[in-house]
Structures are given as C-alpha cells and as structure tokens.
C-alpha cells in the first residue's frame, strides 16, 4: 500500500536533482560509510528499503534483492541504474511502514539514509523486524540527533526548515530500532555521532538479548 504522503510528493519532486544536490556528502564521506557498511552484509535474500536512486546497487553481490522506496520517480532513477550495472532487482513501490511482504521473508534488511524521512520511523522499523528471518540481520546507515548536546540542539533548530525539503536531522534512530525489537550488535559512531552505521539482529530467542544486556 503506497500512502499519499508528503514523503512521496518530497521524493518525486527531488528526484531529478537528488544525486547532483548528495554529491559533495557523497564524495565527502558517504561513499567511503556505504562501502564499509556492505563489507558485513551477509548473503541471501535481501530487501533494500528506501532505496532512492539506487546508490548502493555498485556495492550489492549476487544476492536475491528487492528494492523498495515510496517515490516512483526515485525508483525510476535506480531501476536506470541497475540496468547500467547490469544487475538483476525486484523493484516495488510502496511504504516502509506497510511492507507488502510476509513475516520471515528475508535474511538481511538494508537502509541507508531513510529512517530520517519514514513519517512514523518506529512502524517501519518494525515492519522491517516482521520481514526479516529470526535469526537475520539488518544494516543500516543513518543521521541521527548528535550525542553532542551543543550539536544535537542545533540539530533542533535548524530541523524544521530542513524538513520542508528534505529529511527530520534530529531523530534518535538507535533508540527507535531497539524498540522495535532488533538487538544491537554494532553502533559505530560517525561525524560527531550525526551517522551511525548500525547492525542489528532479529534475536533467536531472549538468551541472546541476555547475553547482550550483560555486555
Ligand atoms: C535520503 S533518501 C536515501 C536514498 C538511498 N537509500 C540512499 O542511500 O541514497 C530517502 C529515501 O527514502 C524514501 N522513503 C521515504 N519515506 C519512505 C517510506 N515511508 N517508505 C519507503 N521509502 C521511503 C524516499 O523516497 C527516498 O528515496
């Protein structure tokens, strides 16, 4: 179910001038994060969500992918871009926060750089728990509110005038994916603790979250 929400229309309207207006964070330091995030992510049946114009497909092996994002007029740009890379994905439009897949679909769960747009983030999250297979992991990289006090408020301020464009800069996106159930098991802390690549797991049973509480 696609929602007729103002992340679509933001989306669709961005989409033209999306890799043109990302490109010095890109060069900068997102690339160099993405490359390192794909280094962990694990063979099988993966779901991309959010997958905008598709930059990481350059990183993707021969995994059975479907990428999904909200705005047709992203995923028109990524479908662009896998044809050209010559990979092979199952593209889907709809919401992060409606996934149309059934629980345990999938071995790992991708997001680069969404959680900061889903309207509900904590809904998606766990649709994205529901989807993956106990047991999988999901790997994220994300902009979060800074840890920095000084920081983290003049994240505050300026994020309502950023959200007219773009993404909500002052999210706690860590704290959101151990409520939706995943078990942290790696948080590295990136520009000041503005990004977090984050790997998290669907936990076999509460031994494992045992475990992790005791560390
Ligand atoms: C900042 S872009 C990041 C795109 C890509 N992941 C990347 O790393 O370049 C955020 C993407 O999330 C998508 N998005 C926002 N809300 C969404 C939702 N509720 N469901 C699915 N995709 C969504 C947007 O359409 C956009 O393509």
């Not at 598709?54 to 662009?80: E, Q, R, T």
Request: charged share 30%.
């Amino acid at each position: 179910m696609v929602k007729k929400g103002t992340d679509k229309r933001r989306y669709d309207r961005v989409a033209g001038v999306y890799d043109i207006f990302e490109l010095p964070m890109e060069l900068m330091a997102f690339s160099k994060w993405r490359s390192e995030l794909f280094r962990y992510v694990e063979s099988g049946k993966i779901l991309e969500v959010g997958i905008g114009t598709g930059k990481n497909i350059l990183y993707y092996s021969n995994w059975d992918v479907a990428g999904l994002d909200i705005s047709h007029k992203m995923l028109k740009k990524a479908v662009k871009r896998a044809f050209d890379l010559n990979k092979k994905i199952d593209f889907v439009q709809g919401d992060a926060e409606y996934l149309p897949f059934r629980d345990e679909s999938f071995d790992g769960v991708i997001s680069t750089y969404v959680f900061c747009s889903v309207e509900n983030p904590e809904n998606g999250l766990k649709e994205l728990y529901r989807v993956l297979k106990t047991g999988g992991r999901a790997y994220f990289l994300e902009h979060v509110r800074s840890e920095n006090e000084i920081v983290g408020k003049l994240m505050d301020a300026v994020n309502p005038a950023i959200r007219v464009i773009g993404p909500e800069i002052n999210r706690k996106t860590v704290e959101n994916i151990k409520n939706a159930g995943f078990i942290i098991v790696r948080d590295v802390k990136l520009m000041l603790s503005v990004f977090r690549l984050v790997i998290a797991e669907k936990a076999f049973n509460q031994a494992v979250s045992d475990i992790q509480g005791h560390h």
